[in-house]
């Protein structure tokens, strides 16, 4: 989805009350885009991990306006997933591809290693599509 307005009105046809209740959650997911104004910027926080802690910032539960309580957890959910194509990655499916490069390790010793020294890694793999009702 390409607005957090329009993941609000999702959130609204799916949990109830009005999109202004879920507005907040869907920007959070999306600040990173101020940052990095591609797809990439979904690195940062549309994974397991942005899910969680994206709980740990706006709470366990919401109460919308229509007075029903939803987890946000289930929120983030429908967020990663409506732009992930149904995938919730985790942080290592983001990294995998990632080059460990020797400035990232500055001040770390024992763990700058050579390029060629580096696990290979299975390219083109995506995590398989959440079942739905499974909350994964």
């Not at 879920?22 to 104004?37: G, M, P, R, S, V």
């Not at 926080?45 to 109460?63: A, K, N, P, R």
């Not at 309580?69 to 942080?91: F, L």
């Not at 500055?106 to 390219?123: D, I, K, N």
Request: net charge neutral; charged share 20%.
């Amino acid at each position: 989805m390409a607005h957090p307005w329009h993941h609000a009105l999702s959130s609204a046809k799916k949990f109830g009350g009005l999109p202004e209740d879920y507005l907040a959650i869907h920007q959070w997911f999306d600040q990173t885009k101020a940052h990095q104004a591609d797809a990439r910027h979904r690195a940062l926080l549309h994974s397991s991990f942005g899910i969680f802690l994206c709980e740990q910032v706006h709470g366990v539960t919401l109460t919308n306006s229509a007075g029903r309580t939803i987890p946000i957890r289930v929120i983030g959910e429908q967020h990663v997933q409506e732009d992930m194509g149904g995938t919730i990655p985790t942080v290592q499916d983001w990294l995998a591809e990632l080059p460990l490069r020797p400035w990232m390790a500055v001040g770390a010793q024992g763990v700058r290693v050579a390029q060629e020294e580096l696990p290979s890694v299975h390219r083109g793999t995506r995590p398989k599509p959440a079942r739905a009702g499974t909350g994964q």
